[in-house]
């Protein structure tokens, strides 16, 4: 299965260095019903996005789940780098759209760019 990355260096103090890479990766998982996938491997946590379906669009449920796979990494002494991949063909489409209707509201609107 295809996958593409992007990794996240934890090796410089007090900074994020982003280094970008598409990689065809055949351990990649495939989808589980669950918005991300991690593993760990030798210090490096691997984090997917797992709803190629959407084409790992980004709704706000999935940023969340993001957000807290990297925040819990982050804070992990073992873990010396960061990888971001997306199950599929492409990394992520961008922001999910159809979150942004009338129904959800301004308050919702906000909370995702936020």
């Known amino acids: 299965m295809q996958c593409s990355s992007v990794s996240l260096c934890k090796s410089i103090p007090g900074r994020v ?3 970008k890479a598409n990689v065809i990766d055949r351990r990649c998982l495939s989808s589980s019903g669950s918005l991300t996938i991690v593993r ?5 946590e691997h984090i997917t996005l ?12 999935m940023m969340k789940k993001i957000t807290e796979d990297i ?14 991949r997306g199950e599929g063909k492409v990394f ?5 759209l159809k979150e942004m209707t009338v129904e959800t509201g301004y308050d919702y609107h906000m909370e ?3």
């Open 40 to 44: 760990r491997e030798e210090g490096v």
């Open 92 to 96: 992520s489409a961008g922001h999910n």
């Open 17 to 19: 260095r982003l280094v």
């Open 50 to 61: 797992a709803n190629p379906k959407t084409r790992n669009a980004m709704s706000l449920d």
């Open 71 to 84: 925040s819990r990494a982050g804070e992990d002494k073992n873990v010396r780098t960061i990888v971001l």
């Open 112 to 114: 995702i760019f936020n």
